[in-house]
């Protein structure tokens, strides 16, 4: 069965702190993953996109990495802002004739000052 | 660019009544996505469009609802008859030729049915 899991559920940090989201996928087969912000009460926000064959993106201060042997990616935030309290959201396309997306649900992340 | 727009931004109904959420895509865009969010299950594509004809409707959880996408400007969302386990957080979104997976979600319609 195609899934996506994400961990930790929730997670609080201090602003100016680092830290790393997880996310293990179950889907085949696999087309790309993605990170989404999705601030409270707003759309989604693409972060990143990655395909098979990358290891490695970086937007600003965050950087997804993939390993598609394991089926792990994880989002690594640096030097937290308070804007960066927000859901995140891990998301696997599958190859096949129309678009197919496995959604995680999601990491709430709450930044203190 | 204004981005994606949808309305209303929120909608509260009785149980049994008909409701109707629009959505504007961002021009040039050929793509449009329907997405429903709730707490328990995140979120899941209800279906989507391509040059305004419906490729792939699986997601839609059951006959009460129903989408069109008359043009390239404008897309509805209809539940009828609306029940209450329909509350929820409906997205729409758009994506420029070419390159689906590049999604811009407009601000969401928060569904209330009482």
């Known amino acids: 069965k195609n899934q996506v899991e994400q961990s930790p559920q929730s997670l609080i940090i201090l602003e100016g702190k680092n830290c790393t989201l997880q996310?293990?996928?179950?889907?085949?087969?696999?087309?790309?993953l993605r990170w989404y912000k999705q601030d409270t009460g707003r759309g989604p926000v693409s972060l990143t996109i990655?395909?098979?064959?990358?290891n490695t993106k970086s937007n600003g201060r965050y950087t997804a990495t993939l390993d598609a042997d394991t089926k792990q990616s994880s989002l690594h935030i640096t030097a937290s802002q308070l804007s960066d309290s927000a859901s995140y959201i891990c998301?696997?396309?599958?190859?096949?004739?129309?678009?197919?997306?496995?959604f995680g649900t999601g990491t709430r992340l709450k930044v203190l000052a | 660019d204004a981005g994606v727009i949808q309305s209303p931004r929120h909608e509260v109904t009785e149980m049994g009544q008909e409701v109707t959420l629009r959505c504007k895509p961002i021009?040039?865009?050929?793509?449009l996505f329907w997405y429903r969010q709730t707490m328990m299950r995140g979120l899941e594509l209800l279906i989507y469009?391509?040059?305004?004809?419906?490729?792939?409707d699986s997601g839609m959880p059951e006959d009460r609802f129903s989408a069109k996408m008359p043009n390239a400007s404008f897309s509805t969302l209809k539940i009828q008859p609306s029940e209450p386990r329909d509350s929820a957080v409906y997205f729409c979104?758009?994506?420029?030729?070419?390159?689906?997976?590049?999604?811009?979600f407009g601000p969401g319609t928060r569904l209330t049915v009482t």
């Open positions: 021009s040039g865009h050929n793509s």
């Open positions: 469009f391509n040059n305004n004809v419906p490729i792939d």
């Open positions: 990655m395909t098979f064959s990358e």
């Open positions: 998301v696997v396309s599958v190859i096949s004739g129309t678009y197919k997306y496995i």
């Open positions: 979104a758009s994506s420029p030729p070419g390159q689906p997976y590049e999604q811009y």
């Open positions: 996310c293990n996928y179950t889907v085949s087969p696999f087309s790309n």
